[in-house]
């Protein structure tokens, strides 16, 4: 097997514009009165699909909490992940990072004693930050409308929450990159082994993988062929979401994440990217020492990971 890995710290070609003050807020929270109950996990799942979206995951988060943690601040805590096929195959032909929100993350919680739900998600700019795109691109302005249209659709009296922070200046690269050269007669061979050894470290190093969704199978079933394989891991770390959601619940819009194995034809380069950390604390203001370094130590426990996936 001819392996040579390359590590390469991407981030948008706007990160430097992006400073405490002037920029819009990376996270939409939609809040609504649910003193009924009337409003769930559930049927917003619903709400989802039948506005076209496929939900792969939609997983209630306080019985982790509980069972490892003992407590939970929350009456409702779940994380959904979704992704809309047709606006993925039209980003795919533009923007390789793609993967990075295919699925895209919510979350869905409601305070202990509250009687009100809120729901998470990314905004339009964040995700053309990550993904390397311009931030008027019509493909995810349009899919950050319908996502919003759908979600107050779901909860009819929802009212936009406003941050009390302010997003700041990212601290580092916003994408993790690993690039790696693959056999050019081999390489599906050597797409299993990989998969294998980092779907076994995965536990070992803490993470869990909250669902898989290949990709490149969609997008060869849409006649757009660019690729030998575009496969797509959920990760998320249960600490740091639980960590995290004490103070930012609104957090589920990064979790679980988003890592991609992809490789296009003619081509012997397999690249591994995922979003780093530092979305979260330049999204969110997070500057307590102890939620930076449980979310630092997440970073480089998937760093050290790929480095010995890829290095071997």
């Not at 509250?114 to 390397?132: G, Y």
């Not at 916003?174 to 061979?189: A, I, P």
Request: net charge negative.
């Amino acid at each position: 097997m001819k392996i040579v890995s390359k590590w390469i710290l991407c981030t948008s070609m706007v990160l430097s514009s992006v400073i405490a003050g002037n920029s819009p807020s990376d996270i939409k929270v939609l809040s609504s009165i649910n003193t009924d109950g009337e409003i769930t996990p559930k049927t917003i799942e619903t709400a989802l699909e039948k506005a076209g979206f496929t939900v792969s995951v939609n997983r209630d988060m306080n019985k982790p909490f509980m069972k490892q943690f003992k407590s939970s601040n929350f009456d409702t805590y779940n994380l959904l992940t979704f992704y809309q096929k047709e606006t993925v195959l039209k980003l795919a032909k533009k923007y390789p990072h793609v993967g990075l929100f295919a699925p895209m993350s919510l979350s869905i919680y409601s305070k202990k004693g509250e009687n009100t739900i809120s729901v998470s998600s990314l905004s339009a700019e964040a995700m053309a930050k990550i993904m390397n795109a311009p931030s008027d691109d019509k493909t995810l302005q349009d899919l950050h409308a319908l996502v919003q249209k759908t979600l107050k659709g779901a909860m009819p009296k929802a009212v936009l929450d406003t941050p009390t922070y302010t997003t700041q200046k990212p601290q580092g690269a916003l994408v993790t990159e690993v690039s790696m050269e693959m056999d050019k007669e081999e390489w599906e061979d050597e797409l299993d082994e990989l998969k294998i050894g980092f779907e076994g470290e995965l536990a070992l190093k803490g993470f869990v993988m909250a669902g898989f969704n290949s990709l490149g199978d969609e997008l060869e079933e849409a006649n757009y062929e660019a690729y030998d394989f575009y496969e797509v891991y959920s990760i998320c770390k249960l600490v740091v979401i639980y960590t995290i959601a004490q103070s930012h619940p609104e957090a589920g819009a990064y979790a679980p994440c988003s890592l991609y194995f992809s490789k296009k034809k003619d081509d012997t380069i397999l690249h591994i990217a995922f979003p780093s950390v530092y979305n979260w604390m330049s999204s969110m203001a997070i500057d307590k020492e102890s939620d930076v370094k449980v979310l630092k130590n997440a970073q480089t426990g998937m760093e050290s990971l790929l480095k010995e996936l890829t290095s071997e």
